[in-house]
């Protein structure tokens, strides 16, 4: 039997009642891409509209083969735009509107605070793109780790260590190398305040005009000195150093973090829209504090 004679179900009559479909595709499709200049093994899900409410199915061999114009490419706009164009143009008598999503880890090399190490640092991210008609609205989500310090927590302690204070130097005369062995101890500093790994969700709306390689760096690096607090690498004990001097000038709810963050995020000019949700992973309790921000965002998570 040559290809010719193969049954082709797909081209078939619906058998069942007039039901247009919003999206048929194939999900989790390993994909080797670039993206921010490194290679990196992504999952891809791809769809279109099934409008002919008559048609059987869709073509999905034309969507999966569409998609080896992003193999080892670097993922831009364009490219993006041009493998909507494939889906469409492959179904032009069948659908109206393209999807693809593209998921995976990108790695970034990111700098000790002080000292001249430096490591790598996984970024969960997740771009999506719908196609409809000429317009295209592309998102971008981005986990970023940081630690949060609790602010109430810090005070709580500080005002434990005053009143350590008041009990051991009440009525004396202040001596300064007996006060500094005292604040070098932990008689002395009897209580520190908890901190959490915490994780900021952002999804951005890339605005229209953009039309280059995805901003991922940019966003991240905003949203990291928005907080002051990054997860670290390769940490000396001076990194480490640094990072509880950053921790204890950055005291942090998880409302003042999507504050920042939703202020950072106004200032970037490729950025149209936003929604963003902030979890502290609590180690006071057992359950997450959040908090969520949006802006231009409409009714979409
Ligand atoms: N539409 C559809 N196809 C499916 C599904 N599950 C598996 N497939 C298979 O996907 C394969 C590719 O489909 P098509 O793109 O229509 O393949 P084709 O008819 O050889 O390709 P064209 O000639 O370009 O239409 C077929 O073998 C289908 O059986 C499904 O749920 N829906």
């Known amino acids: 039997m040559n290809s010719l004679a193969l049954p082709d179900v797909a081209s078939q009559l ?34 279109v509209s099934l409008d002919k409410s008559k048609a059987r199915g869709i073509h999905m061999s034309r969507l999966y083969l ?12 364009p490219l993006l735009n041009e493998v909507l164009d494939c889906f469409l143009d492959s ?7 393209a999807h693809l999503s ?20 996984a970024y969960p991210f997740e771009v999506n793109a719908i196609r409809s008609g000429q317009e295209t609205r592309i998102t971008v989500k981005l986990d970023i780790g940081y630690s949060s310090t609790c ?16 009990k051991d130097f009440a009525g004396k005369d202040l001596q300064h190398a007996e006060l500094h062995d005292w604040l070098g ?34 966003l991240l690096e905003r949203v990291e000195s928005a907080l002051g607090t990054a997860l670290q ?8 150093q640094a990072f509880a001097l950053a921790n204890g000038q950055n005291t942090m ?6 504050r920042r963050i939703h202020q950072a995020l106004l200032e970037e000019i490729c950025v149209q829209g936003f929604h963003l949700r902030i979890a502290h992973m609590e180690s006071l309790h057992a359950h997450d504090a959040v908090a969520e921000s949006a802006w231009n965002w409409g009714n979409q998570k």
């Open 14 to 47: 619906n058998s069942y009642q007039d039901t247009p479909l919003k999206l048929v595709g194939m999900q989790g499709i390993a994909l080797p891409i670039r993206l921010a200049g490194q290679p990196l093994n992504a999952y891809v899900d791809a769809g």
């Open 66 to 77: 569409a998609l080896e114009a992003l193999e080892d490419q670097e993922l831009t706009v």
């Open 91 to 97: 179904h032009s008598d069948l659908s109206t509107t």
């Open 102 to 121: 593209i998921k995976g880890d990108v790695l970034f090399k990111r700098p000790a605070l002080l000292s001249q190490l430096a490591g790598w640092k």
């Open 151 to 166: 602010p109430c927590s810090a005070a709580l302690a500080r005002q434990l260590i005053q009143k350590q204070f008041n």
């Open 185 to 218: 101890s932990s008689q002395g500093i009897v209580a520190t305040p908890h901190s959490q790994r915490s994780t900021a969700t952002l999804t951005v709306h890339l605005a229209e005009q953009y039309n280059k390689e995805f901003p991922l760096l940019v």
């Open 233 to 240: 690498t390769a940490v000396k004990r001076v990194d480490e």
């Open 253 to 258: 709810f998880c409302e003042d973090a999507a």
